[in-house]
């Protein structure tokens, strides 16, 4: 955005950034367009956050099979809401089209999480997932980074960009769950471990399909030493487990 596109738009009344309608505070969503997230409330695992039916009560803190079990792939996740055809409709414009005014209604949702958090040691650092720099070239941003800084900011603690490197593969939209697992092997390294070495790391992304891209980053995250990993991102799918 332009210095002048910016001044004309603190000088406009505040709208919607999705439809429109005129609305208390600049980059904020109208009442309509907000209502039409499934936001991701309690009851919900403590681990990773997946979504239970309302009606269940499962005391303070709850399970799933998977975390139950000790086979939850990071030390904690949250996800702000489902990955639906609404949530679609902001993230992938935010992600391919430079859709950018999303970033501030997407991150303000994502920092509502953090009330949960159960960390904020002085070890932490947040690290966007990145991007293959192919992919990077091309889009002119990482999505994922202009999530994390705002998340960074609140949280009062330093964001990494530079100490994991993504090998270019292909785009992962229309494989199963195994086939991206598949995919994402091997394509994270950890190149600068000093700076990951005894830290807790909260990852940030958009979206968080199967679980494994963040898995594959735990992988080399705790063999470079890293402490616990956590992970954070918009919105997820939601599939019977
Ligand atoms: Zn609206
Ligand atoms: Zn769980």
Same mark, same amino acid.
């Given at each position: 955005?332009?210095?002048?596109?910016?001044?004309?738009?603190?000088?406009?009344?505040?709208?919607?950034?999705?439809?429109?309608?005129?609305? &208390?505070?600049?980059?904020?969503?109208?009442? !309509?367009?907000?209502?039409?997230?499934?936001?991701?409330?309690?009851?919900?695992? #403590?681990?990773?956050?997946?979504?239970?039916?309302?009606?269940?009560?499962?005391?303070?803190?709850?399970?799933?099979?998977?975390?139950?079990?000790?086979?939850?792939?990071?030390?904690?996740? +949250? &996800?702000?809401?489902?990955?639906?055809?609404?949530?679609? #409709?902001?993230?992938?414009?935010?992600?391919?089209?430079?859709?950018?005014?999303? $970033?501030?209604?997407?991150?303000?949702?994502?920092? &509502?999480?953090?009330?949960?958090?159960?960390?904020? &040691? #002085?070890?932490?650092?947040?690290?966007?997932?990145?991007?293959?720099?192919?992919?990077?070239?091309?889009?002119?941003?990482? $999505?994922?980074?202009? /999530?994390?800084?705002?998340?960074?900011?609140? /949280?009062?603690?330093?964001?990494?960009?530079? #100490?994991?490197?993504?090998?270019?593969?292909?785009?992962?939209?229309?494989?199963?769950? +195994? $086939?991206?697992? !598949?995919?994402? +092997?091997?394509?994270?390294?950890?190149?600068?471990?000093?700076?990951?070495?005894?830290?807790?790391?909260?990852?940030?992304?958009?979206?968080?399909?199967?679980?494994?891209?963040?898995?594959? /980053?735990? +992988?080399?995250?705790? *063999?470079?030493?890293?402490?616990?990993?956590?992970?954070?991102?918009?919105?997820?799918?939601? *599939?019977?487990?």
């Amino acid at each position: 955005m332009t210095l002048f596109a910016k001044i004309l738009d603190f000088m406009l009344p505040p709208t919607c950034p999705i439809c429109g309608a005129e609305t &208390s505070e600049h980059g904020m969503l109208c009442h !309509e367009c907000w209502d039409k997230f499934n936001w991701i409330g309690h009851p919900k695992c #403590s681990v990773c956050g997946y979504p239970f039916p309302a009606d269940l009560d499962l005391g303070p803190r709850p399970l799933c099979p998977v975390c139950a079990i000790g086979a939850n792939e990071l030390d904690w996740i +949250r &996800s702000a809401c489902v990955y639906d055809d609404w949530s679609k #409709s902001i993230m992938l414009p935010f992600k391919h089209a430079g859709k950018i005014k999303y $970033q501030k209604i997407m991150a303000r949702a994502m920092i &509502s999480l953090l009330r949960e958090f159960p960390d904020i &040691s #002085s070890d932490l650092v947040v690290i966007p997932v990145p991007l293959a720099y192919r992919r990077l070239w091309k889009r002119g941003y990482n $999505q994922a980074t202009l /999530l994390a800084r705002p998340i960074a900011k609140h /949280l009062g603690v330093r964001t990494d960009y530079n #100490s994991i490197w993504r090998k270019h593969k292909p785009n992962m939209g229309h494989m199963t769950a +195994r $086939q991206r697992a !598949e995919n994402v +092997r091997g394509v994270f390294k950890v190149i600068k471990p000093e700076n990951i070495r005894g830290k807790n790391i909260l990852l940030v992304d958009d979206v968080m399909t199967s679980g494994g891209t963040f898995k594959a /980053l735990r +992988r080399v995250l705790k *063999r470079a030493g890293a402490n616990k990993v956590y992970g954070i991102t918009f919105c997820r799918t939601v *599939r019977a487990i």
